[in-house]
C-alpha cells in the first residue's frame, strides 16, 4: 500500500538505529515508524482500505506467521519479524510504502501530528504498561514521549504516577507534574512510597538496579527500550523477595488495536513539536540531547 506521508513521529529507537547499536538494518534506510499518513495508492490483494483514507504504520511491518511465536499470538517476538525504520523503508519521507496487513486505521478526533507519537511511544507505553501488572504505585524512569502517554493511561486507569527523571531537570519534572505525577524528582532518589512497579523507558541499564531498590516484593521491572547501556552487577538481595525484571519487545497487531481504540477514552493527549522533514537530523540531535518536551514530529 503506498501512502502519502503527513506527520512521522522521531523515536530513540531511530538513534539506535543511526549509532548502529542495532545492527542489522536495511541500506540504505529510511528511518521513522511512527508513520501517519493517506493511501494514495493499493496494490493487489489489499482489502478494507480506500484512497484517501487516514491510517497509522508502526514498528512492526511483517511477520512470518508460521514460527512458533506467531501462531501463539506473539507475533512481536517472531524470528523473522521485519520492522519498519530499520529492516523496510519508514517515514521519514513524503511517500512510504507498507503492507497493509501490519497497518492500523485511526481514530477521529486528534490530528495527524498528535497522534504519531501513539504509534510507537504509545503502542510500546502500551505492552509495557500491561506487562507491568496492575499495581496502583507504578514508578517511570525516563520521562518523554513514552512516559507522557503511559501517565495519562497510567492515571486513567486509577494509578499514581511516580516520575524519575535525570538528575536535575526540572523541566521534565514540572512536565510530570503537569501529567498528574503524584510524584517527580531525579533516579538516584528513593521515592517517598515503594513502588509497586516500574517502567525503565530510558536506556541507561544502571537504572535497573535503582528501580529495584525502589519496588516492593512481587513487583516487576518492565525495560521498554530496545537497547540498554550494561546493566551494573547488583546483589541479590534487591532481586529477593519475588521481585521480576523483564523487557518489553515490539508490539503485536492486537496490542495496537487495543490502545488505539483505548486512547480516545483516556482521552491520550500527546505533546508534541513539529520540525519540517528537511531538519530530521536536528530533530535526532535534540532528541539524543534529551532537549524535547514530550515527542518530535516531523511534518514534510
Ligand atoms: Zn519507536
Ligand atoms: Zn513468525
Known amino acids: 500500500m503506498l501512502l502519502r506521508v503527513s506527520a512521522c513521529g522521531v523515536c530513540r529507537t531511530d538513534l539506535h538505529v543511526l549509532d548502529g547499536e542495532l545492527t542489522e538494518p536495511k541500506l540504505p534506510l529510511v528511518l521513522g515508524h511512527e508513520i501517519v499518513g493517506r493511501v494514495a495508492g493499493t496494490g493487489p490483494g489489499v482489502t478494507g482500505f480506500a484512497e484517501g483514507q487516514r491510517i497509522g504504520v508502526p514498528w512492526l ?27 523496510l523503508d519508514g517515514g521519514y519521507a513524503e511517500y512510504a510504502v507498507a503492507d497493509a496487513r501490519y497497518c492500523f486505521r485511526i481514530p477521529d478526533g486528534l490530528g495527524d501530528v498528535e497522534v504519531a507519537p501513539l504509534l510507537c511511544a504509545g503502542l ?24 507522557h502517554i503511559v501517565a495519562q493511561v497510567a492515571r486513567y486507569q486509577g494509578r499514581q504516577v511516580y516520575a524519575f527523571t535525570r538528575p536535575g531537570d526540572e ?25 509497586d512497579a516500574a517502567i525503565i523507558f530510558a536506556p541507561a541499564g544502571a537504572l535497573v538496579p535503582a528501580a529495584l531498590r525502589a519496588t516492593v516484593k512481587g513487583g516487576v521491572v518492565v525495560c ?59 530533530a535526532l540531535t535534540r532528541l539524543r540531547a534529551g532537549d524535547v518536551r514530550g515527542a518530535l514530529v516531523l511534518v514534510p
Open 61 to 87: 511491518g511483517w511477520t512470518c506467521g508460521a514460527c512458533r511465536f506467531c501462531v501463539t499470538g506473539r507475533e512481536n517476538l517472531c524470528d523473522d519479524a521485519r520492522f519498519t525504520g530499520y529492516h
Open 124 to 147: 510500546i507505553g502500551y505492552r509495557s504498561l500491561m506487562l507491568a501488572g496492575d499495581g496502583e504505585r507504578l514508578g517511570i524512569y525516563g520521562f518523554g514521549a513514552a512516559a
Open 224 to 282: 521498554g527500550g530496545i537497547h540498554m547501556s550494561d546493566i551494573p552487577a547488583f546483589p541479590y538481595s534487591i532481586l529477593w523477595g519475588e521481585r521480576g525484571v523483564r523487557s518489553v519487545a515490539n508490539l503485536t497487531r492486537r496490542d495496537g488495536e487495543e490502545f488505539l481504540a483505548l486512547a480516545p477514552r483516556v482521552p491520550v493527549r500527546t505533546e508534541t513539536e513539529t520540525q519540517p522533514l528537511v531538519e530530521a537530523n536536528t
Open 171 to 195: 523541566q521534565a519534572q514540572r512536565f510530570a507534574r503537569a501529567l498528574g505525577a503524584v510524584w517527580a524528582g531525579s533516579s538516584h532518589e528513593a521515592p517517598p512510597e515503594p513502588l
